[in-house]
């Protein structure tokens, strides 16, 4: 008689390198004794990869651990990531919860979840992360679209908002053959975009003498990918090398997203950041001078204590006046144990939340420019393949979302495409270019 495979759902909160984590995890568990299910379906056990960046993620954690208590209560309940590694204690007064894994342990969870039925009281292994600690290379699969790539995890800089550092670790990374490697393994599932993740990308090369730059030149030459984004890199750390390569070289996405949090120079020296708003700006002048139709994102943070309403209006002016193309909007979130917990000059909740309001007004304005500006304009589409009422979606090279009506066939495919216009929804709408189209 065969073994009995116990069935796994796998429930992932937070970042794309949470997603690429998430997804490694799941290729450990051996299948002769798991078998994976959806995240919405009945499960023998639920795993859940967690979040801390802000309190509203640790709400999220807590929400949805009781949730799946509720829903299978005979379930072995597993939580992992960054939340467990802060707060386990927190974690483990939820009723029904078996196991809780640091960012370390998380992927030796195939040997830790036991044959048997549920924990009477939670165990855990969650230990504090050391500046020896080894690099665990993680990708995303089940996506025809595309992978996020983990070259790069931890952080040597400490912001004085941000627990990362403390949730996982100092700056280190594989060499650059390792995930050169990695790479190919993803071209062998057949999947045309890399997105390539980490906490501070743009520190590449700490752990191995290497560099972001050196990283790119070399993993373009992998046969079968066709794009790669980068994720998310620091104002300070995206050199004039790394722009222009990416103008120069077709596989490098026309797309950036950089972190500003700030457009005050003096919030920006209370956050501990590492760089001016000059720095941002004379970035995005750059990336546009020679490549106009790039895509820019930014992260703002409202609301930090002592931003003055003179302050947060010079933010908002700054961000007027810069070509960038959208922007994802966070009040300040107070975490423990960071510098930023102790100013004084706290910001009131409503004010912080009119303040986003009008930021994300700012935003929609922005990203609305940004897509008028491309009407007209060809571009490559790479189509995903989930129906969403009856129209297909994708992704431009400079990240603008298109939709067109269904067509399966569509699915995993890049198409040259012309941008009409925008649509109600809030996508932009195209024309197929065909060889006919063409002459």
């Not at 975490?335 to 409503?350: D, F, H, I, S």
């Amino acid at each position: 008689m065969g073994i009995n495979r116990r069935r796994v759902a796998f429930h992932t909160l937070g970042c794309k390198l949470n997603f690429a984590e998430t997804s490694t995890i799941s290729r450990s568990m051996p299948t002769e004794h798991f078998e994976r299910v959806g995240s919405g379906d009945s499960a023998d056990v639920h795993i859940v990869n967690t979040c801390s960046v802000t309190e509203t993620a640790d709400k999220k954690c807590r929400q949805l651990i009781k949730q799946l208590v509720k829903r299978d209560p005979e379930a072995f309940i597993a939580v992992v990531g960054c939340y467990a590694q802060l707060n386990p204690e927190k974690i483990s007064a939820i009723k029904g919860v078996d196991l809780i894994l640091g960012n370390n342990e998380k992927y030796d969870i195939a040997n830790l979840i036991p044959a048997g039925g549920k924990n009477s009281v939670a165990e855990i292994y969650s230990r504090e992360l050391t500046a020896e600690e080894l690099f665990r290379g993680a990708w995303s699969a089940g996506d025809r679209t595309r992978s996020f790539l983990k070259v790069q995890d931890g952080c040597d800089y400490k912001c004085s908002y941000c627990t990362i550092p403390m949730a996982r670790g100092n700056s280190r990374n594989p060499d650059i053959s390792t995930i050169v490697g990695e790479a190919g393994k993803i071209a062998k599932e057949g999947i045309e975009e890399i997105v390539l993740t980490g906490v501070n990308i743009g520190d590449f090369g700490k752990s191995t003498g290497e560099s972001f730059i050196d990283l790119l030149k070399r993993i373009v030459e992998v046969k079968g990918i066709h794009r790669y984004r980068i994720s998310s890199i620091e104002p300070n750390l995206l050199t004039d090398d790394i722009i222009k390569f990416a103008a120069e070289n077709e596989k490098i996405m026309p797309h950036f997203h950089i972190p500003l949090q700030s457009g005050n120079n003096r919030i920006l020296g209370a956050m501990r950041r590492r760089y001016k708003r000059e720095v941002f700006a004379d970035r995005i002048i750059k990336i546009k001078e020679i490549m106009p139709f790039a895509g820019i994102g930014a992260d703002i943070i409202s609301g930090f204590p002592g931003e003055s309403e003179e302050e947060y209006e010079d933010t908002y002016s700054f961000i007027e006046s810069l070509p960038v193309s959208y922007l994802h909007i966070f009040p300040f979130s107070e975490r423990p144990g960071t510098v930023a917990a102790q100013l004084e000059g706290k910001v009131p909740y409503k004010v912080k939340e009119k303040r986003c309001k009008k930021l994300i007004s700012l935003s929609g304005s922005k990203q609305r420019e940004f897509m008028e500006h491309n009407i007209g304009r060809s571009e490559k589409v790479l189509f995903e393949g989930l129906e969403n009422d009856r129209l297909i979606t994708g992704f431009t090279e400079n990240y603008i979302r298109v939709e067109y009506p269904w067509e399966p066939s569509l699915s995993g495919q890049a198409k040259e495409v012309t941008l009409t216009g925008i649509a109600p929804s809030g996508r932009m709408t195209i024309n197929m270019i065909t060889t006919k189209n063409r002459l």
